[in-house]
């Protein structure tokens, strides 16, 4: 009998250790499932995301909720949504005025600003690319010291690392705080034509970057590495570029074709 009741207690404590472990990748599993991962149907939510507070800010059909910088509505020789994708079209694609100059274009950016977020997107280059997604932008800073519709504000770097030019500079590549800092060693970057998924975390004074799962860069903003990073960017000479605000949320037009969807924001 002691034996049995030895044997008893022995498969107790492993239900119990079975239980807890389950109880443990449970949690994981909600915590995993907090985030955005890519989906089968673009532009739509789990409802794991909407009971984590995620929502659209592109319905993969439409333009609401979206403006050009400094302008009232899309400038649509530049953009329009393909495919379930809002796309940048590449400048050379773009339709000419009468007097032979391509259409007037600018940055995309959100009617809405934000201050404290969790952003999510997917996005594909175009073969030697460049654009980018910036944030903490004030389009009045933006229009008085950039009057050709292009945002002010830090940027998550996209970019055809293999190809494009920029690829010379580490803080330019893909992932980077761009002119401020380069990705990490842990970054993996699909190559042209195939989606990479992006992460980007602005809180108080805090921001990380995230590409296909890994976190590229951390940083945070009034401490004397930031500061001493600003006044050595391309931003040094621009009077409050660095203050912390509610800002729009903006995809860059820089020329080259790109394409984004699935872009979700969850307010923090």
């Not at 049995?4 to 239980?19: E, N, Q, T, V």
């Not at 907090?34 to 794991?48: D, F, G, H, I, K």
């Not at 292009?150 to 055809?160: K, R, S, V």
């Not at 570029?241 to 995809?251: E, P, T």
Request: contains cysteine.
């Amino acid at each position: 009998m002691t034996y049995y009741y030895r044997i008893s207690a022995a498969r107790k404590r492993l239900a119990g250790f079975g239980l807890a472990c389950a109880i443990v990748s449970s949690g994981a599993a909600v915590q995993a499932q907090a985030r955005p991962t890519a989906s089968a149907a673009a532009n739509t939510l789990t409802a794991a995301e909407q009971r984590a507070g995620w929502r659209l800010l592109f319905d993969g059909k439409t333009f609401d909720g979206w403006r050009g910088l400094g302008y009232d509505s899309v400038p649509s020789a530049h953009w329009k949504i393909d495919n379930g994708t809002i796309m940048k079209i590449a400048n050379g694609q773009v339709p000419r005025m009468a007097d032979g100059q391509p259409a007037a274009g600018g940055d995309l950016m959100t009617k809405e600003t934000f201050t404290n977020f969790e952003l999510s997107w997917e996005w594909k280059i175009s073969r030697a690319g460049n654009s980018g997604v910036k944030y903490n932008v004030s389009e009045e800073l933006s229009m008085a010291a950039a009057p050709n519709h292009a945002a002010l504000g830090f940027e998550y770097q996209l970019l055809d690392d293999s190809l494009h030019e920029d690829n010379k500079v580490p803080s330019h590549r893909s992932g980077a705080l761009y002119d401020l800092i380069p990705p990490n060693a842990s970054k993996t970057l699909k190559p042209v034509g195939d989606w990479n998924s992006s992460l980007l975390i602005f809180r108080g004074n805090h921001g990380e970057h995230w590409l296909n799962g890994s976190k590229v860069v951390e940083f945070d903003l009034g401490t004397p590495l930031m500061d001493s990073l600003l006044a050595k960017s391309k931003y040094r000479d621009i009077k409050n570029f660095g203050l912390r605000r509610a800002g729009h949320i903006v995809l860059q037009d820089h020329g080259d074709e790109v394409h984004f969807r699935n872009i979700k924001i969850r307010i923090l």
